[in-house]
């Protein structure tokens, strides 16, 4: 069993997380805690947390710390209020328990190379919400009101983060994954939340190097002046949580593991 060097990126103290292995990262505007890995500095992207959310630090550790991981070890990223947890586990998970729970080791099995988390469903939208929030995608699909395989990712993605926006970002992807990703978000009805994953330094190296190039892109077309309120603030976080699903399931021998919200 190898032991799993985990991330947790957070804009408020956890006191609750007692591990030694769980190093946590501040995208905070206030004071930073004690023994917090700060990213805004060195080489960073601080000035876009507002829109970019945990990817600020994501974006720091990949400039700054990734190079002195050694090639072996097992790197996690998790947020404030979402952790992994050991799989099996029956009980009530909750901010008293919650470290006889965490998932800390991993087996050295040459047959995964990455973990992310428990899919979310995309499916089973009240209608009154359909028609207030998809209106749109109904018009041109009033299959997707009575048959949940049409409430897709990308409806979801329309129907909470700006009509279109999802495919105008697929759009701007190399030709390798722009078919396969906007046929991913047509076909399936959830997808791996949260931007977490558990993998090691040249796949991470990958993933990093390809979703932040790819975000740049984003940013010519969505800026940042006209994004607001909950829907587009942090439409390049959304995004990428959608890109990080299809990523991981084309280039990685990945395994889903469970994970918990905890509410801080």
């Not at 105008?168 to 939340?193: C, G, M, S, T």
């Amino acid at each position: 069993m190898d032991k799993i060097k985990f991330y947790c990126v957070t804009n408020k103290k956890i006191d609750f997380i007692e591990d030694e292995n769980y190093n946590f990262g501040w995208v905070g505007q206030g004071k930073i805690p004690d023994n917090y890995l700060n990213c805004n500095t060195l080489e960073n992207i601080f000035y876009k947390e507002k829109y970019y959310s945990e990817l600020t630090f994501h974006y720091w550790f990949w400039k700054n710390l990734l190079k002195y991981e050694d090639n072996d070890t097992w790197i996690g990223f998790c947020q404030k209020r979402r952790y992994w947890i050991c799989e099996g586990a029956n009980k009530t998970i909750d901010r008293d328990n919650i470290n006889q729970f965490l998932f800390k080791e991993i087996e050295n099995n040459n047959n995964i190379e990455a973990l992310i988390c428990d899919p979310i469903s995309t499916y089973g939208v009240k209608k009154t919400k359909l028609i207030k929030r998809g209106w749109k995608n109904l018009i041109k699909n009033p299959l997707i009101f009575f048959n949940y395989k049409y409430q897709n990712i990308e409806l979801h993605f329309d129907m909470h983060h700006g009509h279109g926006n999802l495919r105008a970002a697929i759009e701007l992807l190399d030709q390798e994954d722009r078919n396969e990703f906007l046929n991913y978000v047509k076909d399936n009805v959830n997808f791996n939340p949260h931007i977490m994953f558990i993998s090691k330094k040249e796949i991470i190296d990958k993933w990093f190097k390809t979703l932040f190039e790819w975000l740049e892109k984003c940013e010519k077309e969505f800026g940042f002046k006209t994004l607001s309120g909950y829907e587009t603030t942090r439409i390049y976080a959304y995004l990428a949580e959608r890109y990080l699903s299809f990523w991981f399931k084309k280039y990685t021998k990945y395994k889903e593991h469970p994970w918990i919200f905890i509410d801080v």
